[in-house]
Nanobody, 125 residues
Framework: QVQLVESGGGLTLPGSSLRLSCTAS?????MGWFRQGPGKEREFVAA????????FYTDSTKGRFTISRDKAKNTVYLYMNSLKPEDTAVYYC?????????????????????WGQGTQVTVSS
């Protein structure tokens, strides 16, 4: 069983930046971030494949958000820049133990077995 611990959420102004972090307790094949805004469905944000470090993004955050990893710490980060009110959501870290997932799998909720507790990000003036 993989345990995930998230941190880094908060209340910020439009145009500001936040960094989210997520640490996994066991071996993983991929880690990613999903978010769920008020009245919306949970959606994919970004992910990284552990085997080769390839990253994946949704179109709405590409160019503003960056996902990275610290392999020694088994930790993934989501750097969120130029934040907009529409980025307001609960952000969930996800991980899966299967190695080398393809793009369609790594971008899907069904591609992850383990989920963090969620951290609130609020962007408002």
């Amino acid at each position: 069983q993989v345990q995930l611990v998230e941190s880094g959420g908060g209340l910020t102004l439009p145009g500001s930046s936040l960094r989210l972090s997520c640490t996994a307790s066991g071996r993983i094949g991929s880690m990613g971030w999903f978010r769920q805004g008020p009245g919306k469905e949970r959606e994919f944000v970004a992910a990284i494949r552990w085997s080769d470090g390839n990253t994946f993004y949704t179109d709405s955050t590409k160019g503003r958000f960056t996902i990275s990893r610290d392999k020694a710490k088994n930790t993934v980060y989501l750097y969120m820049n130029s934040l907009k009110p529409e980025d307001t959501a609960v952000y969930y870290c996800a991980a899966d133990g299967r190695r080398g997932p393809i793009a369609s799998t790594i971008k899907s909720r069904q591609g992850y077995e383990y989920w963090g507790q969620g951290t609130q990000v609020t962007v408002s003036s």
